[in-house]
Structures are given as C-alpha cells and as structure tokens.
C-alpha cells in the first residue's frame, strides 16, 4: 500500500465526473472512471487528456479560478467525442492524439484496434496502422527536428517494444522486455522503458536495451516535449515518489506523487500532472508539492 504523501494534496469537495462540466442527456448514463491508463498536458490550450476504460477525457483547466485555500484548479470534464473504446495507451503531438486499446462493447472492430488517430477535439477518431495486431499498453511520441515524429509503444500481447518513425505506416518490432511504461527523451534519441529489471534505455528504437546504472526503480516515466524551454524526464517509483532528470542518467528525487496515480506527463512549460482514479493533478516544481485540478 502507498504511504500518503508527504507534500500535502489539497481537498476539495469531490466532483463528480457526471457533474463536472459535461453534457449529457437524461438517456445516456453519467461519465464514470474506472481505469485510468493514461494522460496528457496540452499547455498550449489548457487541457489535459485522460486515457479511461471508457474512453478518453478532456479537462479543461482555468488556473484563473485556482483555489489558495484548498490548492485547487479548477477543471471542467467532458468526453472527447463519441468513442468509448478502452484506451490502453494515449500520445498526444500537437493537435493530434495517438490511441491503442479495445473498441467499445458491441463495436464490429477487433479486439486489439492497432494505433488509432484523433483530433483534440473528438471531433474525428480513425484507425491509422496496425489494427488487429496490437495492443499497446503504454505509447510515448515525440517530434524530430527535419524528420517525422517518433512513436512507440509496448505490445501487451508480446511485450516487444513496438517503434515508427513515418507517420505510422512502417514499424520496427524490437526487444520483448514487459515494459509498463515508455518515453523518449526530448529528442527522441533515447527511448526509455521502466521494466521490473528497473529503468532500461535504448539508443535503436527500441531493438536492444540496456540497464541505466543507478537509476531509481521507476514504474513510469515521461519527457517534456521537443521545443520546451524546461525539458526533463520525470518517473514515479515503485514506492511512489516523484523523480526527475535532465540526461536520464542522474535523477532527483521529489516528493510523493498523489495516492493511486496511475499515469504521469510533463508539459511543454514543465509543470507535471499525475492521474489515477482519485482525480488529475498538478504539480510546478517537479513533484515536491501538488494542486487538485479535479477530483473523480
């Protein structure tokens, strides 16, 4: 069991994902959160993106209306689209969102739908590569300066490291380690896997690697995207506390991450959100202390 956190999260009164700022009508059933798999800060527009059981969620957040007495954000939930697959892995580069999972209950598509894109408004989710042959539990994406974006992921029926570098289309299948969690770093030179061997580090697309001497014993792991003026790696360990590093070779260690996160992402101004089936979280110094955005 996780020890509560030493830098003190801050309560608010609990929001109901069915009340917190979605619409929907009297027939279709409240929003719920049972899994979370994944999750993503989008600066840019003020939203962070959760990878659900039932789809994915999109937050928007209005730090203008932050609470100083409970460290509260505040953050309106509603579905992004219509699509309410078990989104097992989630990407986000832009204004384009790279999903992997199962289709909803009753859905004509495989069990195992590949690599699926979406726009960051729901607006258009469509099968992209690999569909009925993979299933990745974890995805992480970065852009490349003059070249196509990187992307990768592990495939939870295999456990091989799974990695394109075209948009998509051609994938190099790599080592089998059982990762739970994958990133690149912020030039998508190095691609980093947190295994129960601890944090391994590959330098060809995932075709072999290797263990990182002295790095904390990880269980996830993101990187700040290309282009950000504060880019560093952060991992939380398998005891729950925040790690941060600017080379993926010496790491800091922080505070405690919230009770049950499930899922880490750092943002392009380098502050951090933390997941889980509690709520979504932010923290602007690296993980020493945390702000509720909202609460499931």
Known sequence: MRRAGAATVGTVAAL????????????????????????????????????????????TVDTSAA??????????????????GDVMGMARLGDTIYLSGHPAPG?????????????????????????????????TITDVSGASPALAGIDSASGRVIANRDGGETWTVGAAISARSLSWDVDAQRLFATTEQGLQ??????????????????????SASAGSPDAYLAGVDVEGYVHTSTDGVTWNSGGLAPALTAAV???????????????????NDRGATWVVIVEF
């Open 201 to 222: 580090v590959s330098t060809d697309d995932g075709v072999t690697f290797s263990l990182v001497d002295g790095a904390p014993r990880l269980l996830l792991i993101s």
């Open 67 to 84: 609470d100083a007495a409970t460290s509260s954000e505040v953050g309106s939930v509603e579905r992004l689209g219509e699509w309410t």
């Open 265 to 283: 992402s750092v943002g392009s101004e380098g502050s951090l959100v933390a997941a889980g089936t509690q709520g979504v979280y932010r923290s």
């Open 107 to 139: 859905a004509s598509s495989p069990a195992n739908i590949g690599v699926y894109q979406a726009d960051v408004l729901g607006q258009e989710i469509v099968p992209l590569s690999l569909e009925g042959e993979v299933d990745f539990h974890s995805m």
């Open 16 to 59: 109901s994902v069915a009340l917190a700022g979605c619409t929907s009508s009297a027939s279709e059933p409240p929003l719920a959160v049972t899994h979370v798999h994944a999750v993503d800060l989008d600066d840019e527009r003020g939203a962070v993106y959760v990878a659900t059981h039932e789809g994915i969620l999109r937050i």
